[in-house]
C-alpha cells in the first residue's frame, strides 16, 4: 500500500508538471461597480450578457462605491467624471481612467418659450441641485462665459427640483436624465430650453479649450489590476464598447435591461430618457484630449472637485 502511495503521488506531481501555466492559475473574476441611473446603463448589456467573468455591484451613491474601490473590493467601475479624480489623488495614483462613458446629461428645462439661448437667462431663477459639484461649476462657467447674471437656487436633491416643477413652484429648472424625461411625461409644458453639454462646449472654446467636452461619467480600474491582468482589461473594454453601442442602437431591448437590472426602475422611462443620456465610448488619447480640460476647469473652480489637484498623465490609460 505504501509503494502504491508512492506511485501515485509521483504520477500526481508528473502530471502537475505537465499542466500550462496558464491553465494552472484560475482566471479571476473581475469586480465590477457601477451606480444606478444614467452612469450603469453603459454596463448593463455586459450585466445582460455576463457568463461569470464579472461580478457586479451596484450601488445607489456614488460614497458607497468609493469606498470599495479604495478597499479594493472592486477593480473596475464606473463614477462620476470628478471622482475618478478624486480616487486618482487619494490613492496617489491607484486607479487609471480607461474610458469616457457619458458625455452631458444635463438640461435646462422651462414651462414656456422664452428661452432660446444662455443669454436669455439674464435676471432669470433657475431651481437646481447639485451644490457643491458639476452641476454648480459648469453652470457658473457657462454663466460666467455668456456675461449672463443668473440667481441658482439649489436644492437638495433633483427629485426634490422636479417635483417643484410638477406643482408649479419653479418654472426653469436644471436637471439630469432621467429627470428631464420623467417631469416631460408627467407635464408636458415643460421643454427643453438649453443642452447644457452643448453650451459648456461653447464656453470651453470661447476661453481657448477647443476640445474640451462636458463629460459626466468615466471607467476607472485600479493601477494594481491594470498592470497585472492588461488582457482582462482590454476584454472588458471590448464588452463595454459593444454594450454602448447595443444601447445606442438597440434603444427599446436596452431599457429592458437596463430596468430588469434595476440600473433605472421603469423601461419606459429608461427608453425615452436613453438618447439624451448620450452614452458614448472615448479612450486612449481622445479621452485625455477632452477630459484634461474639464478637470482644469472644474479644479479652477473647486480644487477640492477633483482631489486637490488635476490628475497627472499616468492618470489615462494608453
Known amino acids: 500500500m505504501k509503494k502504491m502511495a508512492k506511485i501515485l503521488l509521483v504520477a500526481m506531481l508528473v502530471f502537475s508538471l505537465l499542466i500550462p501555466a496558464s491553465l494552472a492559475e484560475s482566471t479571476p473574476v473581475v469586480r ?53 479624480s478624486v480616487l486618482y489623488n487619494k490613492t496617489q495614483g491607484g486607479v487609471k481612467g480607461l474610458s469616457l462613458i457619458t458625455r452631458g446629461m444635463l438640461y435646462v428645462l422651462e414651462r414656456g418659450d422664452s428661452i432660446k439661448t444662455v443669454a436669455d437667462l439674464e435676471g432669470k431663477n433657475i ?59 408627467k407635464d408636458p409644458s415643460f421643454r427643453v430650453a438649453l443642452d447644457i453639454t452643448e453650451e459648456f462646449a461653447a464656453a470651453a472654446k470661447k476661453n481657448g479649450y477647443d476640445n474640451a467636452q462636458l463629460s459626466m461619467s468615466v471607467v476607472i480600474v485600479r493601477t494594481e489590476f491594470y498592470n497585472d491582468h492588461p488582457e482582462l482589461v482590454a476584454e472588458f473594454l471590448k464588452d463595454l464598447s459593444a454594450s454602448i453601442t447595443f444601447a445606442n442602437e438597440n434603444v427599446a431591448q436596452a431599457a429592458q435591461e437596463i430596468a430588469q437590472h ?29 477630459a484634461a480640460p474639464l478637470y482644469e476647469i472644474l479644479h479652477a473652480a473647486n480644487p477640492a472637485s477633483v482631489g486637490g489637484k488635476v490628475p497627472g498623465e499616468d492618470f489615462y490609460a494608453k
Open 262 to 290: 434595476g440600473i433605472i426602475a421603469n423601461a419606459k422611462v429608461a427608453e425615452k430618457a436613453l438618447p439624451s443620456c448620450a452614452l458614448v465610448y472615448i479612450a486612449g488619447e481622445d479621452m485625455q484630449a477632452q
Open 127 to 185: 431651481v437646481a441641485a447639485g451644490q457643491g459639484s458639476t452641476p454648480e461649476y459648469v453652470t457658473n462657467y457657462i454663466l460666467e462665459a455668456n456675461n449672463v447674471k443668473a440667481n441658482v437656487e439649489f436644492k437638495s436633491e433633483h427629485a426634490e427640483v422636479t417635483t417643484l416643477a410638477l406643482n408649479g413652484m419653479a418654472d426653469i429648472v436644471l436637471v439630469p436624465e432621467p429627470h428631464v424625461t420623467n417631469l416631460m411625461m
Open 32 to 84: 465590477v461597480g457601477g451606480l444606478n441611473g444614467p452612469t450603469g446603463m453603459a454596463l448593463a448589456h455586459i450585466m445582460t450578457e455576463n457568463d461569470g467573468t464579472y461580478e457586479f455591484t451596484m450601488a445607489g451613491a456614488p460614497t458607497e462605491l468609493t469606498a470599495q474601490i479604495i478597499a479594493g473590493n472592486v477593480d473596475i467601475a464606473a463614477v462620476p467624471i470628478n471622482l475618478g
